[in-house]
């Protein structure tokens, strides 16, 4: 039987679910500061505007995240909107780049947490959902929703 691993979420984008549909998704390291740790240790990250992009030099970063200053930093803290490097393999970051290209796909950040003592971003490579597509999953979901309430209540 294999071993879970513990998992600690500091932040989740639970908007990007409903904003785009998700095809395909990376788990990714990303480079971080010693203050930026800390801060996100104390669950103190926003992933609310946040999204990646591959730029000219094959690199991955990721733009607009929000890590607020660590409290007990001192002159050395960081920046609270810094660009950050996400650590990916090259073969899947050749991958992205040919992905992105085409029309319409973007990588979006869905989860920041921590897993065995490190710092992991699971990114998702996406589709923006346009409006009937969105009121069609909320019709969906409420759907289910009633269904699993009137399964209950016979089950009784």
Do not use: C
Request: charged share 35%.
């Amino acid at each position: 039987m294999a071993k879970e691993r513990p998992i600690k979420i500091v932040a989740e984008n639970r908007k990007a679910r409903h904003d785009y549909a998700v095809h395909e998704t990376y788990e990714t390291g990303i480079e971080l500061k010693g203050t930026e740790v800390k801060s996100l240790r104390a669950g103190k990250a926003n992933l609310k505007d946040a999204y990646a992009a591959v730029t000219k030099s094959g690199e991955v970063y990721l733009y607009n995240m929000h890590i607020s200053p660590y409290e007990q930093g001192n002159q050395f803290n960081h920046e609270p909107l810094r660009d950050r490097r996400l650590l990916l393999h090259k073969s899947e970051i050749k991958k992205l780049i040919g992905k992105t290209r085409e029309k319409g796909f973007t990588l979006v950040p869905l989860k920041l947490y921590f897993t065995h003592g490190k710092v992991k971003v699971e990114l998702a490579l996406a589709t923006g959902k346009k409006l009937y597509d969105k009121r069609r999953d909320i019709a969906e979901r409420s759907a289910r929703r009633d269904l699993d309430r009137v399964m209950k209540e016979r089950n009784r």
